[in-house]
């Protein structure tokens, strides 16, 4: 048996275990509140302004929890929600640190509701904010979570900043090609139906001691409550009917307001797409000086999705809009561009798959999990013939036996696709398997890359090397297994995988689901 390979997976699969021995994991705060008539609107429903709040209270409590100092929301990201509330029901809150980086943080947030009287309990949504520590005097931030979290959550969080990154300038882009349609048959409606300055809404707050927080900042989940307030009335505007939050692209706040404050919100729908309406909102601050001269500060800005539910629990289909201002142009065309980004990199969700990235130090390893109807051992005997891959996995061009050792070791040699106009590459890969010593162990497939003289490199191709990668399967009842697929990523391997690593490809995903149809559709052929 090839043990180094078989140690490093093992290595890989408990390190989050490891972390966790060390030290206690990070502090999780939680909030439970019970959905009053005071919190609901008038279908009955917990507004959305009020579970923004308590959502940006809890996490904002984490945060400083963490940082041992004053923190304040810089933006929340993308959120969608997946239950209504209702008056009577129970709402949990729970938020934790994932990562921290300079002077920023990370808070994860999940929301659950639970029915009193049957103790069912459903998930409402989950969010991710970012909060920025406010040190004083010699107080310093901790810049990195290490061993106090919890390794998968501590990597996503990396993932998911330089996501953020990338959507931005992504958004640039598009913008810019879009514009440049004007000349080439890109056109507003024909026949319009609603001009979206006439869902135009402003209104005005005083910011007063009860809407500060603890520091004496205007509260983000007040301000996030008072913009979802505006936002609605915008939308009702263009539907004639109650509208329901369904998302939230992204609050960002560019700057602070404090108690005696004028805060201007500006709501107007920017574009409507069949059965749904993005509403984009404007938060402008003013103290007395700047609002004697007419100076605003910018504060904050969002972008919110509704849904008009129609009878029966369909989605009535929307009106067209237009536009007649460059500034609605340029709402009507970001509007398609966040759309178009947020179809691009919204996770189809399939509870048979989970990809994972972990990095620590100067290695980064990928994990697949995937949840097959079949045996172990048959998943195991498939998967351990490699001449079989390239029927599901499309990064195999073929594979070809070398060399047997014995019944545990097989060498293989293996050609791979081109990938982004490069040559193609191939491995030659050491194949171990060993079968579980005692109940509860997993089968285990281990490759690494060997070198064998009857296998010289070839001029049209890049020799690759394959570090420590491989399978363990696990029994979780009659007829079903996990599988979970490692790899620590070398310079050979990161082609493939590097669009998933950026967040704007989802071909381990993908693969992983071809793995899963031919383990299950082959049993049934053999079986039939």
Not at 200 to 206: A, C, D, K, M, Q
Not at 258 to 270: Q, T, Y
Not at 343 to 370: I, N, R
Request: aromatic share 8%; hydrophobic share 35%; glycine share 6%.
């Amino acid at each position: 048996m090839d043990q180094n390979c078989l140690r490093g997976m093992s290595d890989m699969d408990g390190s989050c275990d490891k972390a966790r021995k060390k030290e206690s994991g990070p502090v999780e705060v939680q909030m439970c509140q019970s959905v009053l008539p005071c919190h609901a609107n008038h279908q009955e429903e917990l507004g959305a302004g009020q579970l923004l709040k308590w959502m940006d209270t809890t996490g904002c409590l984490a945060a400083e929890r963490h940082a041992g100092m004053a923190c304040v929301t810089a933006s929340m990201d993308d959120i969608q929600f997946e239950e209504t509330v209702r008056v009577g029901q129970v709402i949990n809150i729970k938020a934790r640190v994932n990562r921290a980086f300079n002077t920023s943080m990370e808070v994860g947030i999940y929301v659950t509701v639970q029915e009193v009287l049957s103790g069912v309990t459903k998930r409402v949504c989950v969010a991710f904010s970012t909060f920025v520590a406010k040190p004083t005097g010699t107080h310093k931030v901790r810049k990195r979570l290490c061993q106090d979290e919890e390794m998968l959550e501590y990597s996503l969080a990396s993932e998911r900043r330089r996501l953020r990154l990338f959507n931005e300038e992504a958004f640039k882009n598009l913008m810019k090609d879009y514009y440049n349609l004007q000349d080439k048959g890109y056109r507003k409606p024909v026949a319009p139906v609603v001009l979206t300055e006439l869902t135009r809404v402003e209104s005005i707050e005083l910011v007063l001691p009860p809407h500060a927080n603890h520091h004496g900042n205007t509260f983000g989940g007040q301000i996030m409550t008072w913009m979802e307030n505006v936002a609605t009335v915008a939308a009702s505007r263009l539907c004639g009917y109650y509208p329901s939050l369904g998302a939230v692209d992204m609050f960002r706040f560019r700057g602070p307001s404090s108690v005696g404050d004028r805060l201007v919100f500006k709501a107007m729908v920017n574009n409507a797409f069949q059965t749904s309406v993005e509403v984009g909102v404007r938060v402008e601050a003013y103290n007395c000086e700047e609002w004697n001269e007419g100076t605003p500060r910018h504060i904050n800005s969002a972008s919110m999705i509704y849904y008009i539910p129609g009878c029966g629990g369909e989605k009535k289909t929307l009106p067209d809009v237009t536009y007649t201002t460059l500034d609605g142009e340029r709402r009507f065309i970001g509007a398609v561009v966040r759309k178009r980004i947020r179809m691009h990199a919204e996770f189809t969700c399939v509870p048979q798959v989970g990809a994972y990235v972990h990095e620590e130090a100067d290695k980064l390893s990928l994990k697949v999990e995937m949840k097959v109807k079949t045996t172990a051992f048959y998943a195991f005997s498939l998967l351990a013939d490699l001449r079989l891959r390239p029927q599901w996995d499309k990064n195999y061009l073929s594979c070809e036996e070398v060399e047997k050792a014995d019944e545990e070791e097989t060498i293989y040699h293996i050609k791979c696709t081109t990938v982004n106009g490069s040559k193609s590459r191939d491995f030659v890969v050491l194949l171990s398997k060993r079968q579980p010593c005692k109940d509860g162990d997993p089968y285990v497939i281990a490759l690494r890359s060997v070198t064998v003289a009857t296998v010289p490199p070839e001029e049209n191709s890049i020799r690759s090397e394959v570090k420590c990668a491989g399978f363990l399967v696990h029994e979780i009842g009659y007829s079903t297994c996990k599988v979970s697929y490692y790899n620590q990523v070398t310079s050979g391997v990161l082609p493939y995988v590097e669009g998933n690593i950026a967040g704007w490809s989802k071909s381990m995903e993908e693969t992983a689901m071809s793995c899963i149809s031919f383990l299950e559709q082959d049993l049934l052929t053999t079986q039939f």
